[in-house]
C-alpha cells in the first residue's frame, strides 16, 4: 500500500520509526506484521499481515513473509525493497504487560531476521509495540522494560507528517467500528425481524429493493431503513447473482448513497446473524476502493473473510486489492454483474 513519505521527515532513530508507523502504515493496527519497505533510503511502501494464532506455526509464517512480500511488489513492477524495517505488534494479555509481549514475539524476530537475510534484504530494525511502549528485537532476545511512545503529547514525528498534511492515523478499532454490528434495542428489533423473514425473494423484487434503499440513502437523512427491508435485503444479498448485481449500485445511484447503504447493512446483521453482514461489507469494500479508501476497504474485506472463508468474491477481490487494481478495472468487473436488458 504505497503511502508518499513526505522528503522533509527524517526517520533516523528507532523511536522516530516507532512513532511514524500508522503514518506509513495508514492507520495504527492491532495483532500484525508491518513491514515498512525502502530502496536506499527511501520509504516505498508498507503491508501488514495477521500474526500468527500459534507459536507453532511462527518458522513457517517467517521463511513465507519476505517471499509474499517480493512477489506481491513484483506484480506490481514495483522494486524490492533493498530494507526493510518490522513491526510486531500486539497487546499484552490481561495481567500481563508489554515487556511480556516483546519477550514472546522475540523468538518470531529472530526467525524474520534470517528468512529477509536469506532474501537479501537488510533488516533495519524489528520493533516490538504493546501497551503503548516499543522494543528494539533486532538483536535482542531479553526486552527490558521498554521505550514509551508519544502519549497525549504528540512527539515530533507525530508534528511533522500533521505539519506535511497527513491527518493523525486512525486506529483499527475506530474504523472497524464504523460497520460493527449494532446492539441494544435497534439490535432486538432487527433480529426479531431476521428471524421472520422470508429466505425466498424473487430477483426482480430483491433488485427493486435495492434500487429504493440506494436512492434512499442518497438522502444523507436517511440513517436506516425498515427493519422489515432490512433483514430482508440481508437475505436476499446471500445471493450470489443478486450481490454481484448490487455491484454496480455505486455506479447507478453515486457511489456515497450506496457505500452508506452497505455499511449501515453490515451494521444490521446482528447476532446471532453476523455472517450474513459478509455481502454487504464485500460491497462496502468495493465501494471504499472507488473513493480510494484503501484502508477501510482493506479492514472490511477482511472482516468478510473471516466472517465466511469460504465466499468466493471477498477472497478474489483480496487478491486484486493486494495487487493494487485500479478504480476503473473494479468498475467493469461490477458491470458485468448487471446484465443489460
Not at 482493506?298 to 471477498?314: G, I, M, V
Amino acid at each position: 500500500m504505497p503511502r508518499p513519505q513526505p522528503e522533509d521527515i527524517r526517520l533516523s532513530t528507532p523511536a522516530d520509526l516507532a512513532e511514524a508507523l500508522p503514518y506509513l502504515l495508514g492507520y495504527q493496527p492491532r495483532t500484525s506484521l508491518a513491514a515498512a519497505m525502502f530502496h536506499g533510503s527511501d520509504f516505498t511502501c508498507a503491508a501488514r499481515l495477521d500474526l500468527p494464532p500459534t507459536q507453532a506455526a511462527w518458522f513457517d509464517f517467517a521463511a513465507e513473509i519476505p517471499r509474499a512480500i517480493t512477489g506481491s511488489l513484483n506484480n506490481k513492477n514495483a522494486p524490492t525493497p533493498d530494507n526493510v524495517v518490522l513491526y510486531l505488534i500486539d497487546e499484552p494479555a490481561p495481567g500481563q504487560t508489554g515487556r511480556t509481549t516483546a519477550t514472546r514475539y522475540a523468538p518470531l524476530a529472530g526467525f524474520l531476521h534470517a528468512a529477509f537475510s536469506h532474501h537479501h534484504i537488510t533488516v533495519q530494525l524489528i520493533l516490538c509495540i504493546s501497551a503503548n511502549h516499543w522494543w528494539d528485537l533486532t538483536h535482542d532476545t531479553t526486552p527490558g522494560a521498554g521505550t514509551p511512545l508519544p502519549d497525549t503529547i504528540p512527539g515530533a514525528v507525530t508534528v511533522a507528517f500533521t505539519v506535511a498534511g497527513q491527518l493523525p492515523a486512525p486506529t483499527e478499532d475506530t474504523l472497524t467500528a464504523t460497520f460493527a454490528p449494532l446492539t441494544g434495542h435497534t439490535a432486538d428489533t432487527l433480529r426479531t425481524a431476521l428471524d421472520t423473514t422470508p429466505l425466498a425473494v424473487r430477483t426482480t423484487t430483491a433488485h427493486t429493493l435495492l434500487e429504493e434503499a440506494a436512492t434512499a440513502f442518497a438522502d444523507p437523512a436517511t440513517t436506516t431503513l425498515p427493519p422489515a427491508d432490512t433483514a430482508t435485503l440481508l437475505q436476499v444479498l446471500n445471493e450470489r447473482s443478486v450481490r454481484d448485481w448490487a455491484m454496480s449500485l455505486p455506479d447507478t445511484h453515486t457511489n456515497p448513497a450506496a457505500r452508506r447503504l452497505f455499511t449501515y447493512l453490515a451494521t444490521a446483521a446482528v447476532t446471532p446473524y453476523e455472517t450474513l453482514a459478509c455481502a454487504p461489507l464485500t460491497l462496502l469494500a468495493a465501494s471504499a476502493w472507488y473513493d480510494d479508501d484503501r484502508i477501510l476497504a482493506r479492514l472490511a474485506l477482511r472482516q468478510a473473510c473471516d466472517l465466511d472463508p469460504a465466499a468466493r468474491l471477498p477472497a478474489l477481490l483480496r487478491a486484486a486489492f493486494n495487487l493494487s487494481i485500479s478504480t476503473q478495472k473494479l468498475k467493469n468487473l461490477a458491470r458485468a454483474g448487471r446484465p443489460t436488458a
